[in-house]
């Protein structure tokens, strides 16, 4: 069955350095891969979209890199502020095992950035 | 506009009864989705509808769980007999079409957190 791991620790980080969060999959060959931030108590926010013949991604401080090769996304934050504090999900869709429709997230991977 | 609202924020109920949750989605989308949250947990799909084609209840974990929507608005997503293990922040999502994911975002709700005593 389908698998996604993200980084298993909470990522703490001080103010202005990159925070990197990884993605990785294993039995599945996603179409695309999306990037969610979920603060506490309410529900995620997509961020970023990445298909697979995408290699890279950016969106003002954020950056998605999508390896199909190694089935694996970094997600990057730069310049980090307090204020991207949060718990960030990975999801992939499409692909030879799903409808485009559906969804498969992973776990998340919170990110305290310490001014 | 509005986004997606969802209704009760919390629920606790004791083992055995029947709960609705519902969700109202974005004026417009015709894709709605219903996930659940456990703790340390992924998001899992439960259902998804779409116009008015027949709904994807593949995630559906067993027959205590159902959901409808009507007039292709406001969805309820019941869970008769709760169980303990049904105690999880309970999701719903809409989006403009619910076809080619790869070029749609999905709008979530606040979510619906249920404690099954």
């Known amino acids: 069955s389908q698998k996604i791991e993200q980084n298993s620790e909470a990522l703490n980080i001080q103010e202005g350095k990159t925070a990197t969060l990884t993605c990785n999959y294993t039995?599945?060959?996603?179409?695309?891969l999306q990037w969610y931030r979920q603060d506490p108590g309410r529900g995620p926010v997509f961020l970023l979209l990445?298909?697979?013949?995408?290699k890279e991604k950016r969106k003002e401080r954020l950056k998605v890199t999508f390896d199909t090769t190694l089935k694996q996304s970094l997600f990057h934050i730069t310049a980090s502020q307090p204020a991207d504090s949060a718990t960030y999900l990975c999801?992939?869709?499409?692909?030879?095992?799903?409808?485009?429709?559906?969804?498969?997230f992973g776990a998340g991977t919170t990110v305290t950035v310490r001014a | 506009g509005a986004g997606v609202s969802q209704s009760p924020s919390n629920k606790v109920t004791e083992k055995g009864k029947d709960v609705e949750l519902r969700c109202d989605p974005i004026?417009?989308?015709?894709?709605l989705y219903w996930y659940r949250q456990s703790l340390g947990q992924g998001l899992e799909f439960l259902i998804y509808?779409?116009?008015?084609?027949?709904?994807?209840k593949s995630g559906l974990p067993s027959d205590r769980f159902s959901a409808e929507r009507t007039g292709g608005s406001v969805s309820t997503l019941t869970i008769q007999r709760t169980q303990q293990e049904d105690s999880a922040v309970y999701l719903c999502?809409?989006?403009?079409?619910?076809?080619?994911?790869?070029?749609?975002?999905?709008?979530f709700g606040p979510g619906t957190r249920l404690l099954v005593l």
């Open positions: 509808f779409q116009g008015n084609s027949a709904p994807d």
């Open positions: 039995n599945y060959s996603p179409a695309y």
């Open positions: 999502a809409s989006s403009l079409e619910g076809l080619a994911g790869a070029r749609e975002t999905q709008y």
């Open positions: 990445i298909r697979e013949n995408e």
């Open positions: 999801a992939l869709g499409g692909g030879s095992f799903s409808n485009d429709y559906k969804l498969s």
């Open positions: 004026s417009g989308h015709t894709a």
